[in-house]
T-cell receptor, first 118, second 109 residues
Framework: GAVVSQHPSRVICKSGTSVKIECRSL??????MFWYRQFPKQSLMLMAT?????????EQGVEKDKFLINHASLTLSTLTVTSAHPEDSSFYIC??????????????FGPGTRLTVT | GQNIDQPTEMTATEGAIVQINCTYQ??????LFWYQQHAGEAPTFLSY??LDGLEEKGRFSSFLSRSKGYSYLLLKELQMKDSASYLC??????????WGAGTKLIIKP
């Protein structure tokens, strides 16, 4: 089956620093990747949709200058949380859609990255 | 606005059957998904319905009624490992997934 990896799985950083999270599709090509954030006991919140070779589309209320997304290739998208604050502490999950899937219904999720900002 | 409703929490007994309901109001409909999410992990795909009716996959089945904006996930022969959150998501006219808040299922021996 399709596999999506994320790195790192856990990260602790100090307030004011930046953190980069990588999302890779390991055995398929993904023209579209999605970045989600999930706070404890809450549902997934879509932050942005990332398309290979173009600018990401951010959801309302998500600061694009704070959450920088780069989808440089068909297998890699990165999310950089800039000038992180404690309220950015959350579980960040990426998902990818297989380019060969056409109208395929399934998104493949990465294992998530637990970010803690101290 | 777009809205998906699921019960917050349900409790069931090992070996029994449980039905988790999901109602939705979205701008357009291009499929409904059920995902399982264990604590601290990412969601895993369970089922997909785009036409009315029942889709069966092993111990799990999912039902859809588009006219009623309603779906349910049926879990049979419950096992302790089925304790998780179950997320209902609808793909709208823009092919964007709209997520429910999830139903936490607690399985008791």
């Amino acid at each position: 089956g399709a596999v999506v990896s994320q790195h790192p799985s856990r990260v602790i950083c100090k307030s004011g620093t930046s953190v980069k999270i990588e999302c890779r599709s390991l055995d398929f090509q993904a023209t579209t990747m999605f970045w989600y954030r999930q706070f404890p006991k809450q549902s997934l919140m879509l932050m942005a949709t990332s398309n290979e070779g173009s600018k990401a589309t951010y959801e309302q209320g998500v600061e694009k200058d704070k959450f920088l997304i780069n989808h440089a290739s068909l297998t890699l998208s990165t999310l950089t949380v800039t000038s992180a604050h404690p309220e950015d502490s959350s579980f960040y999950i990426c998902s990818a859609r297989d380019v060969a899937g056409g109208d395929s219904y399934e998104q493949y999720f990465g294992p998530g990255t637990r970010l803690t900002v101290t | 606005g777009q809205n998906i409703d699921q019960p917050t929490e349900m409790t069931a007994t090992e070996g029994a059957i449980v039905q988790i309901n999901c109602t939705y109001q979205t701008s357009g409909f291009n499929g409904l998904f059920w995902y399982q999410q264990h604590a601290g992990e990412a969601p895993t795909f369970l089922s997909y319905n785009v036409l009315d009716g029942l889709e069966e996959k092993g111990r799990f089945s999912s039902f859809l009624s588009r006219s009623k904006g309603y779906s349910y996930l049926l879990l049979k022969e419950l096992q302790m490992k089925d304790s998780a959150s179950y997320l209902c998501a609808v793909r709208d006219s823009n092919y964007q997934l709209i997520w429910g808040a999830g139903t936490k299922l607690i399985i008791k021996p």
